[in-house]
């Protein structure tokens, strides 16, 4: 698909993904889904579609790092160069454990899950970015990111690392026209929610996309939490 370009969602569900995927969607874009559920994904490729948006879910676990940039390389050829990457998975639970009860295993999933899953994606899509000679890379995370919780320490720990790792990439991509951009949503993505509605989120994904400018961004106050 020459001249054709994708935005590649990982961890692509019916509220954010589908409201992200259907905004881009509305600028020319194709979009690609990645997500573990394949049934889930097959239904936002049917509704996307009746939409007008050329989609494709691809089944993918983000805590196995050579599984996703296989799916993101397929991705790229069926679709075309991936120009946007929302890296954007929902946390599991049971990352979310008082800093106390949690031992140094209890870090191995939150990691893999914020930092590897990242590092894989970006360094699969970047030389196709490149090529290009533009991109964008969109990290979204909790409010965790910004103000660690003693409660939830697995993702603060690892939003932590993922924000230093987006930041270091802001930094160095800026001079090749990558953008790279954190949106951080303090709470629960809510509908009918003024500033964290999904469709909202999708507008202000949108304008990190055109506008360029700053690495952290707040969807809304913290205190929201």
Known sequence: MLGMSSIA??????????AV???FGREGFAVALFARDVGRLDALVRDLGEAGVRAQGLGV???RPEEL???LARAAEEL??????QYSPVPHRDFMRPVLETGHRDLVGPIEFSVYGPVAAVQQVLPGMRRLGRGTILFVNGGTAAVPQ????GTSIAFAAESA????LHERL???GIHVAQLVIPGAITPGHPRKDPAVLAETLWGLHRDRHGFRHFADDLDSC
């Not at 969602?9 to 589908?18: D, E, F, R, T």
């Not at 075309?80 to 990457?85: D, M, N, P, S, Y």
């Open 21 to 23: 995927a259907r905004r």
């Open 61 to 63: 676990d983000v805590r």
């Open 69 to 71: 940039a296989g799916a």
């Open 174 to 176: 800026a001079g090749e």
């Open 9 to 18: 969602i990982v961890g692509a569900g019916p509220g954010l993904g589908a």
């Open 165 to 168: 790792y987006g930041h270091l």
């Open 80 to 85: 075309g160069t991936v120009e946007v990457l």
């Open 150 to 153: 003693t409660e939830r320490a």
